[in-house]
């Protein structure tokens, strides 16, 4: 059948047709020339999922394409592979994932609460009651989320047969590095304000250091070769000299 016999609507489909297959064949040439900003585009993608996933630096190691500056249609397509396979494993474990994120969010809160532990007395009336409870609170909602991380870490691990890991720590690693942590701040934080109210006694005039430690437990000695109003570390124990040559050594 010539052109000619062919009526005027089917002319035109052909025409649109034509006219589709070159528009593709454009948008292909502009994908390979652009090639190279598209998987940029997608490494950034990935780099946020591998976030939100807690990939550990291993993790991201194991995709040996990342750095690969080789621009070809396949390097664009193995990246969207990676993107697939990280947001099928957060579809899969989003909970325990939300659960450990929350339990960050509430363990910051906390350790902010209890860096402003001293001023929080300069408060009066219901916001100091209101802090209160807003602690208590967390007290019993931290060990609740900590629980929940353990028992799905554990159905992760009869599912898949390997253990989940957030951004490279078991969830026990986790859990037990982080009451570490907050153990060394306590300890740092009280041994800052013993040394603090030392230092503001001896500053006091008509203060004595024997004001610092319980009668029962301290001992004085003369001491004239140690400067006044002093405070310094003795064979691992707090020496405090007062007025007169005078110091007090905790027992």
Not at 177 to 182: I, K, P, T, Y
Request: net charge positive; charged share 35%; glycine share 4%.
């Amino acid at each position: 059948m010539s052109k000619n016999t062919l009526k005027k609507p089917q002319r035109k489909l052909i025409r649109y047709f034509g006219s589709v297959k070159i528009d593709v064949k454009r948008c292909e040439e502009l994908r390979k020339a652009n090639i190279k900003k598209f998987v940029d585009k997608l490494r950034d993608q990935l780099q946020t999922i591998w976030t939100t996933g807690h990939c550990s630096d291993a993790d991201k190691k194991t995709f040996r394409y990342f750095y690969d500056d080789f621009y070809t249609e396949d390097l664009l397509d193995l990246h969207e592979l990676e993107i697939q396979k990280w947001k099928k494993y957060y579809e899969d474990n989003g909970k325990l994932l939300d659960i450990i994120k929350k339990h960050q969010e509430l363990c910051m809160i906390q350790f902010e609460e209890n860096a402003t532990g001293v001023n929080r007395f300069k408060n009066r009336g219901g916001q100091l009651l209101q802090e209160e409870k807003e602690r208590n609170k967390l007290s019993k909602v931290i060990p609740q989320l900590e629980e929940q991380m353990l028992n799905l870490s554990g159905a992760f691990l009869v599912k898949n047969g390997v253990v989940f890991k957030t951004f490279g720590s078991t969830v026990e690693e986790y859990i037990q590095n982080l009451h570490e942590s907050r153990e060394n701040d306590r300890k740092t934080k009280l041994s800052a304000r013993k040394l603090q109210r030392c230092e503001t006694t001896l500053r006091t005039p008509g203060k004595s250091c024997m004001s610092l430690f319980p009668p029962s437990t301290s001992k004085c000695t003369t001491v004239s070769s140690y400067p006044k109003n002093d405070c310094v570390r003795f064979q691992k124990e707090d020496i405090c000299h007062a007025y007169y040559g005078e110091y007090c050594k905790e027992a």
